[in-house]
């Protein structure tokens, strides 16, 4: 039987619509660009002709050509002051979402296995469950991403996935452990993957440079979550998470060049965190040696 995954709603200031979201309101996003002449399908869904549209009309009227709708584009475009908030949705408590991803992942190798796929049944996405997942979604014409998304769970299954898309970290999430990424985070590290390779670049927060906090802060605001500007002024939002019930999503701080908060990123399972360091965007490991000796603590502000 599907576990459950409980849900809320969440209204966050000063949201900016970004692709990936979907309703009311970006149908009425998408109405406006279609009556300014734009060639775009009003269907609620931020998808890339959406983004393609929005990027044409930031150009036309001299707006930063982002494709993300702010508060300055949102304004051009509707005549009005962007909505004080926009309302999206949290996930479960992590215990929940870890049991409930265990046992989903237990009916995905299950299907698997009878479907004549080489995997355990254990309840643990590890590297063979991902193989053999890549493996069928080959041969049933989907996606080949190694991730149990809704498409492939119901492929699989017969049955709707509850919660977000399940992936493996690394070498197999924490503890062995599959984990559940809330639709939120799955948003969030959506947006920050898109920038690996960006340049550090010391007080950058756009994609042509980021230092740390720059980074954390663009990607968040991108998902619709306004965070201040510092490292450790963002350590004073949300609230405290153990490492050992660390979720992907979760800001992850360390002590660097200073004492006290100097280095942010953002976590994204298996001790694996992704952040703007002096190499530029990238995945750092945080059992490094490095890393292990600096690190602070954590907070949730999904």
């Known amino acids: 039987m599907l576990g459950l995954c409980l849900m809320t709603s969440i209204s966050f200031a000063g949201a900016t619509f970004h692709p990936g979201d979907k309703g009311n309101q970006i149908t009425t996003i998408q109405q406006a660009l279609a009556n300014y002449g734009y060639d775009i399908s009003v269907d609620g869904d931020y998808g890339a002709s959406t983004q393609a549209a929005v990027r044409q009309f930031q150009e036309a009227q001299g707006l930063e050509a982002d494709g993300i709708v702010g508060a300055a584009t949102y304004e051009a ?13 949290a996930g479960a408590s992590a215990a929940m979402l870890a049991a409930t991803s265990q046992n989903e992942i237990t009916l995905v190798q299950q299907a698997l296995a009878n479907n004549g796929y080489d995997v355990a049944v254990d309840g643990a996405f590890g590297p063979g469950t991902e193989r053999a997942i890549r493996s069928y979604q080959v041969d049933h014409g989907l996606e080949p991403d190694g991730i149990v998304g809704q498409e492939t769970f119901y492929s699989l299954t017969g049955q709707s996935l509850p919660t977000g898309p399940i992936r493996r970290f690394g ?30 670049v010391f007080g950058g927060s756009t994609p042509s440079g980021f230092d740390c906090s720059g980074f954390t802060r663009y990607v968040y605001s991108a998902a619709g979550i306004d965070l201040p500007r510092g490292a450790d002024e963002q350590y004073g939002v949300g609230y405290s998470v153990s490492m050992a019930n660390l979720q992907p999503g979760d800001l992850v701080f360390f002590s660097t060049y200073e004492s006290g908060i100097s280095h942010v990123g953002i976590y994204i399972g298996n001790h694996q965190f992704i952040n703007a360091a002096s190499d530029g965007v990238s995945i750092s490991d945080m059992d490094s040696n490095y890393w292990s000796a600096r690190y602070i603590g954590a907070k949730r502000v999904m």
């Open 171 to 200: 070498s197999g999430g924490y503890n062995g452990v599959s984990r559940v990424e809330s639709p939120e985070a799955t948003h969030i590290l959506d947006i920050a993957n898109q920038y690996i390779g960006v340049p550090y």
């Open 77 to 89: 475009l509707m005549g009005e002051a962007m909505p004080e908030n926009h309302t999206v949705q």
